[in-house]
T-cell receptor, first 106, second 113 residues
Framework: KNEVEQSPQNLTAQEGEFITINCSYS?????LHWLQQHPGGGIVSLFM???GKKKHGRLIATINIQEKHSSLHITASHPRDSAVYIC????????FGTGTRLKVLA | KAGVTQTPRYLIKTRGQQVTLSCSPI?????VSWYQQTPGQGLQFLFE???????NKGNFPGRFSGRQFSNSRSEMNVSTLELGDSALYLC????????????FGAGTRLSVL
């Protein structure tokens, strides 16, 4: 079993839909990161969370340290949100989830 | 402020050769981390440097090495290249230790023939 599990692996949504991507981990951590990777490889850090909830524009990230679970929500999804979303944790050194490939259709 | 710069962007090498990749962090950032990304294994952590000291190392063979200079620029070296080393190599910098938000470079795509 991987130490960081993401679901779903692939997700196709219609423009405007509310999207949730989940990340569960089995190790003790001090923080969890959500990353976005567009085709071509560029990675952008979206959030770093150690507790509670953070919001940036249409993106919301939550974390429950006790349950070892985090979610990334996208409200009013848009085709430009199409990307791979990756969660990462750092119990010493970074461990990455396998990513969720999101495609938003116009 | 300039972002994280990785050079070269693309590289083609043959088995047995060695390669050096370079990363210039954002000005003022002292932490640099390196990652390997392949379709099969996804993103994997290689090294983390802070103020010229290696703070963490991933589970890669000794053929993979790195260093950080006094100006925070970093290099990673892969010796005796194997076909399986073909990957996108990403560098990320942060102001403090890597628990902070990391800023990624565009990566170096290495192909080993």
């Amino acid at each position: 079993k991987n130490e960081v599990e993401q679901s779903p692996q692939n997700l196709t949504a219609q423009e405007g839909e509310f999207i949730t991507i989940n990340c569960s981990y089995s190790v003790g951590i001090s923080a969890l990161h959500w990353l976005q990777q567009h085709p071509g490889g560029g990675i952008v850090s979206l959030f770093m969370l150690s507790s509670g909830k953070k919001k940036h524009g249409r993106l919301i990230a939550t974390i429950n340290i006790q349950e070892k679970h985090s979610s990334l929500h996208i409200t009013a999804s848009h085709p430009r949100d199409s990307a791979v979303y990756i969660c990462a944790v750092k119990p010493g050194k970074y461990i990455f989830g396998t990513g969720t490939r999101l495609k938003v259709l116009a | 402020k300039a972002g994280v710069t990785q050079t070269p962007r693309y590289l083609i090498k043959t088995r047995g050769q060695q390669v050096t990749l370079s990363c210039s962090p954002i000005s003022g950032h002292r932490s640099v981390s390196w990652y390997q990304q392949t379709p099969g294994q996804g993103l994997q952590f290689l090294f983390e440097y802070f103020s010229e000291t290696q703070r963490n190392k991933g589970n890669f063979p000794g053929r993979f090495s790195g260093r950080q200079f006094s100006n925070s620029r970093s290099e990673m070296n892969v010796s005796t290249l194997e076909l399986g080393d073909s990957a996108l190599y990403l560098c990320a910098s942060s102001f403090g230790q890597s628990e902070n938000i990391q800023y990624f470079g565009a990566g170096t795509r290495l192909s080993v023939l």
